[in-house]
């Protein structure tokens, strides 16, 4: 009865050191799989960032470093995993049951991990955060007067419909003619696309155009003269045209015919007053 007893109570603990012996096992495994996925994180962000900003060296950042040390800690917690079994189980087998182990393994584990935790914490709202300064970086340079893409915004008071007729009326009362009026949203969605309000209102005068093409033929592209008139992303409508003075430079036309196109910035002012 006795030896009975003996032998269900070293059963158990072989058990016992095999139950924590998975356990340490499933541990590495898991620590192995997260730094994995924390690599390949990196991988991503490289690829938005060419995706952002073609052309730049991309960069993996600490993405890469995390998630190899904890590829290498799981590696580690496996290897003394299978130490500590085979000892525990020498142990058991000349019936030495010794204590519960040491807690410094788990313990070490467990800091590691929240220290980990925490600086990848950090990393990512720093992250975040030079990503949201380099958008609104984007956007303000989207929405500023770009002289130097020689396209000029002004923010107008009405809708895009309603500028779009004050325009129109404008230029009638000026004798300009308007040869058409482009309704780019309206045919997207002719073919089944959303788009916000955008119209573009092409116009001239013969009178004040020849001279220009007369003088510098190339000129003929970027004329009868055109003012966008568009919605963006908060509902705000915009007034956009090309700057004389870009199109002087681009085409080289004499100073003194700046003043037959200079028009164009007195109307769209008007038109979005």
Not at 199 to 227: C, N, Q, R
């Amino acid at each position: 009865m006795v030896a009975e007893m003996s032998l269900k109570t070293d059963l158990r603990d072989y058990l016992a050191a095999e139950r924590t012996f998975l356990a340490w096992i499933r541990t590495g495994l898991a620590l192995m799989g997260f730094g994995f996925v924390v690599a390949r994180f990196g991988l991503f962000l490289q690829q938005l960032q060419v995706f952002q900003r073609p052309g730049t060296m991309a960069h993996t950042g600490l993405s890469l470093w995390f998630g190899t040390a904890l590829i290498a800690v799981g590696v580690a917690v496996h290897v003394g995993a299978a130490w500590r079994h085979v000892k525990m189980v020498r142990q058991l087998d000349r019936g030495e049951t010794g204590g519960g182990g040491s807690l410094a393994p788990a313990v070490a584990t467990a800091i590691f991990l929240a220290l980990v935790g925490l600086a990848m914490a950090i990393y990512l709202i720093s992250v975040r955060g030079s990503s949201s300064v380099h958008q609104q970086g984007i956007e303000e340079g989207w929405m500023a007067p770009a002289m130097n893409r020689g396209i000029v915004d002004k923010a107008s008071n009405y809708s895009v419909d309603e500028t779009v007729e004050r325009l129109k009326g404008i230029l009638q009362n000026k004798g300009v003619t308007v040869f058409a009026v482009v309704d780019h949203s309206g045919e997207a969605e002719k073919v089944g696309m959303k788009m916000r309000p955008t119209k573009l209102v092409i116009f001239g005068s013969p009178k004040a155009g020849t001279p220009l093409m007369l003088a510098t033929p190339s000129v003929a592209i970027d004329l009868p003269l055109k003012i966008l008139v568009w919605e963006d992303a908060q509902g705000k409508s915009w007034v956009s045209y090309n700057s004389s003075e870009y199109l002087r430079e681009r085409h080289g036309f004499p100073i003194e015919l700046v003043a037959n196109i200079a028009v164009v910035e007195v109307l769209a002012a008007k038109a979005a007053e």
